[in-house]
């Protein structure tokens, strides 16, 4: 089952905020976020564990509601290099614990403007 | 450190051809591997992965394979390519646990199917 991520694009000035959803119909295992510039290959940025632990990226924070089985990822004070389509994947457990792979939603473009 | 290849980066096949696409990745041992494609302004479609030699899941029946004759190495292939097969191709390799991993991908393989 595809996450659902909004919105669907995104453009802010250097400097601004942004908050990028992903939502799900299934109880999760984790959540991971990627960014992907245009033409280059997506680069792993979080990954937000079921019971709260995190993983990964200084600048850029998330948060996971296990409960409303949904992440949001945090983008302060961006910066030009912030441009890119951001994904999530999210990871459904089966019986045994993971299933080792990943549902990616269709993506969020951010555009940051000088 | 771990790194991934991929190969060709670019490709441009006639309809009907066969297709041969490589992965391999280098400093770790038993990774889970991850073919994926990602069509023009979409998201990244899980294709196969394999948590071993030989071991390989399919996630969407088409007409394409994958194989692992190796450990650190992943094919992708196809007797005879659709025009439909055309798309961004990556790699993608993780630490073999049961998930909870960071995925690491390749700079990808664009094909284009005439």
């Known amino acids: 089952q595809q996450p659902v991520q909004s919105p669907q694009a995104v453009i802010l000035r250097e400097g601004e905020d942004a908050v990028i959803n992903c939502s799900s119909s299934k109880a999760l295992y984790s959540v991971h976020w990627y960014r992907q510039k245009h033409g280059e290959a997506p680069v792993f940025l979080m990954i937000?564990?079921?019971?709260?632990e995190q993983k990964g990226h200084e600048k850029i924070s998330a948060s996971f509601n296990e409960k409303k089985q949904q992440s949001s990822l945090y983008l302060t004070a961006s910066q030009l290099s912030y441009s890119g389509t951001y994904f999530c994947g999210t990871e459904i457990p089966n019986s045994g614990g993971s299933n080792y792979k990943l549902t990616f939603g269709k993506g969020t473009l951010l555009t940051v403007n000088p | 450190s771990q790194t991934i290849h991929q190969w060709p980066a670019t490709l441009v096949q006639p309809v009907g051809s066969p297709l041969s696409l490589e992965c391999t990745v280098e400093?770790?041992?038993?990774?889970?591997l991850y073919w994926y494609r990602q069509a023009a302004g979409r998201g990244l479609q899980l294709l196969f992965y394999?948590?071993?030699?030989?071991?390989i899941s399919s996630e969407v029946p088409q007409n394409l394979s994958a194989s692992r004759p190796q450990d650190r190495q992943f094919i992708l292939s196809s007797k005879k390519l659709l025009l439909s097969d055309s798309g961004f191709y990556l790699c993608?390799?993780?630490?073999?646990?049961?998930?909870?991993?960071?995925?690491?991908f390749g700079d990808g393989t664009r094909l284009s199917i005439l």
């Open positions: 400093g770790t041992s038993n990774p889970n």
């Open positions: 394999s948590v071993g030699i030989g071991q």
């Open positions: 937000l564990l079921k019971g709260g």
């Open positions: 993608a390799w993780s630490v073999s646990l049961r998930g909870r991993q960071p995925q690491h």
